[in-house]
Every structure is written in structure tokens, then in C-alpha cells.
């Protein structure tokens, strides 16, 4: 179900929306990491930038769309996530939703304790040359603690993320993120966390502190 509805019905049915939302966003993602991997003539470019002015054109006059925040609640704290099953967020989500455009698209399953993220990240998502750049491996690691925090049913913001790299985390290779809970005190819940590449060398560390909040103040408008 796509956790992210449209403001008025739509014609068809909610997977087949999302499905086409899945599909649409998937083939921009590939464009974006072939038009940061490849060279390409100035007629290539200027016809790629008509056409995706025309799709936004196009888009800005449909309806907007809002995140219900009860079903989101429900889809990301109160389902139960047996052992071995993948996780989802919700489908726009900007590291593991594969209805957003400008994702990352990482999958997650359920092992035992730990929330377990497998990913290959793209040309798009390249720092230095031949590595991730690190704000995108932090965000890898901040979103596989969040399925953490689903497993345990306990919604949490994020107060702060420790992250050290101990070798380049290479684009174009399979790599795997795993976290699980460290401790509990009060409101304060520690996450550890561990990425490898294919050769099972760890490429970088990171350890999270999350802020508790009640199921209830979930998705409450920031005060000023």
C-alpha cells in the first residue's frame, strides 16, 4: 500500500499506483546515475532537460499529495515484522523507498535482532572517485537504525549519529549495512551499527543515540 496518498481519489486502484509510481521513479534513478556516469553531446542534454521540464509542466498541475500520518504510524510501529522478512518504510522515503526518485533504494530484512540493508550505490551517490560519498553512507545508516526502532515498535528521532570510516566504501558493489539495539535507558535508545563490502571488509562504524517519543506525538507539526 502507498503510505503516501493523493489529497483527491484517483482513478485507479492504490498498487496499481503505486506500482506505476515504483516503475516511474526506478527509471529516473537510472537516469541519474547513467547521466553522472557517461558523457553525453550538448543535443542529448538539451533534449533530456525538455523533456523532464515538460514531466514537471505536466505534473504541477495534478493534485498534491499529503502522508497520512495514522496509516504511516501504523505501517512503521505497529506491524509485526517476522524474522527473516523484508521491512518497509513507507514507498517515498529518501533511503529505502523505491517510489522516490532521488532515493537510494536500499532493501531491508529482519535477521534475529538486527535490521539488515543491502545495497549497491550507484555513480549518482560518488564522493571522492571510486568511493560513496559519506553523508550518503551516514544515510544509509541513520534509515537501517530507523527499522530497528520498527522491530521494536518505538518510534524515535534521531539525536545523534556517530559515524566512522574505516576504508573507502566503493560505488558499484554490493555492500551490507546491519544495526541492532545497544541499550536502553529512559528515553535514550543507543544503535549500533556495521557496514561491509563483498570482501567482508568493514568499511565504516557507527553507533546512534534516538529520543523516544509516544506513539502519539508521532507526526506532530513542529512548534516554533
Known amino acids: 500500500m502507498d503510505l503516501l496518498q493523493e489529497t483527491q481519489p484517483s482513478a485507479g486502484s492504490g498498487a496499481a499506483a503505486t506500482s506505476d509510481r515504483i516503475h516511474a521513479a526506478t527509471a529516473l534513478r537510472t537516469l541519474a546515475h547513467?547521466?553522472?556516469?557517461?558523457?553525453a553531446p550538448s543535443s542529448l542534454l538539451r533534449s533530456i532537460a525538455d523533456?523532464?521540464?515538460?514531466?514537471?509542466?505536466?505534473?504541477?498541475t495534478e493534485p498534491g499529495r499529503t502522508r497520512p500520518v495514522d496509516e504511516l504510524k501504523r505501517g512503521l510501529f505497529e506491524t509485526d515484522v517476522p524474522d527473516g522478512h523484508g521491512i518497509d518504510h513507507f514507498p517515498d522515503c529518501v533511503v529505502s523507498g523505491l517510489a522516490n526518485p532521488m532515493g537510494i533504494a536500499i532493501r531491508v530484512r529482519r535477521e534475529g535482532e538486527e535490521a539488515v540493508a543491502s545495497v549497491v550505490l550507484g555513480p549518482a551517490f560518488e564522493g571522492a572517485p571510486g568511493r560513496a560519498h559519506g553523508g550518503i553512507v551516514a544515510a544509509v545508516f541513520d534509515d537501517t537504525m530507523g527499522f530497528v526502532l520498527s522491530m521494536l515498535k518505538q518510534p524515535a528521532f534521531t539525536g545523534q549519529l556517530t559515524v566512522t570510516y574505516r576504508a573507502?566504501?566503493?560505488v558499484g558493489e554490493a555492500l551490507e549495512f546491519r544495526a541492532r539495539l545497544v541499550s536502553s535507558e529512559g528515553r535514550k535508545l543507543v544503535i549500533g551499527a556495521e557496514a561491509t563490502s563483498t570482501s567482508d571488509v568493514v568499511v565504516a562504524e557507527?553507533?546512534?543515540l534516538f529520543i523516544a517519543i509516544p506513539a502519539e506525538r508521532f507526526g506532530e507539526a513542529?512548534?516554533?
Open 222 to 224: 513542529r512548534k516554533a
Open 34 to 39: 547513467a547521466f553522472v556516469a557517461h558523457r
Open 206 to 208: 557507527a553507533t546512534g
Open 51 to 60: 523533456a523532464a521540464s515538460g514531466f514537471t509542466s505536466a505534473l504541477l
Open 168 to 170: 573507502p566504501t566503493p
